[in-house]
């Protein structure tokens, strides 16, 4: 990127999208901090978790850097994402490493059809911020696939616990965008 792109203007709704991005990937980290800070090394699926937690960490990186370079600003919600995720992590991880599974596999689903909607919005406009949400998305969808494959279905009250992450996940992306 050069110097000038760096600095220039961009719109409302690019920063918006930035900062509900980095927002969500910010959540997602906290939320696998809860669940291995509960299963530590005993879980069946702590490796897989790991192996989540750290590109959530890349991702997020990625959208601390375009707010950074773009002038944008994070959500003034982040103290609360910081406690609610780890607490969704924590507690789901407590019900059973199933549900741990569940709750990656509530919040993909909804977070693919978050990314896949921002890229028909963005098309040719943005093509950096849409490789980024492409490489996010993608990664997410491998994330749900490995949830699935981990008896995520298998959660005591599976439809339960997975409609209600799904509607906390579309509130958070709704407040995340505005505030």
Not at 62 to 86: C, K, S, Y
Not at 93 to 103: K, Q, V
Request: hydrophobic share 45%.
């Amino acid at each position: 990127m050069t110097k000038g792109a760096m600095t220039r203007p961009i719109s409302d709704r690019i920063q918006r999208m930035i900062r509900v991005d980095q927002a969500g990937e910010f959540g997602a980290v906290r939320i696998y901090a809860g669940q291995l800070a509960v299963m530590g090394d005993r879980g069946p699926n702590t490796d897989k978790i790991r192996e989540m937690a750290a590109q959530e960490a890349d991702h997020r990186a990625w959208f601390d850097r375009l707010i950074v370079e773009r002038g944008g600003r994070p959500t003034a919600l982040h103290p609360i994402w910081n406690v609610a995720g780890f607490a969704l992590g924590a507690a789901t991880a407590l019900i059973s490493p199933t549900a741990a599974m569940a709750c990656t596999a509530a919040i993909e689903t909804e977070i693919d059809k978050h990314y896949t909607q921002q890229l028909a919005e963005l098309g040719d406009e943005d093509p950096e911020l849409a490789g980024l949400i492409t490489k996010a998305r993608d990664d997410e969808r491998e994330h749900l696939d490995t949830a699935m494959a981990a008896g995520a279905e298998r959660a005591p009250a599976y439809p339960l616990l997975s409609g209600a992450i799904r509607l906390g996940c579309r509130l958070a992306i709704r407040l995340s965008e505005r505030i």
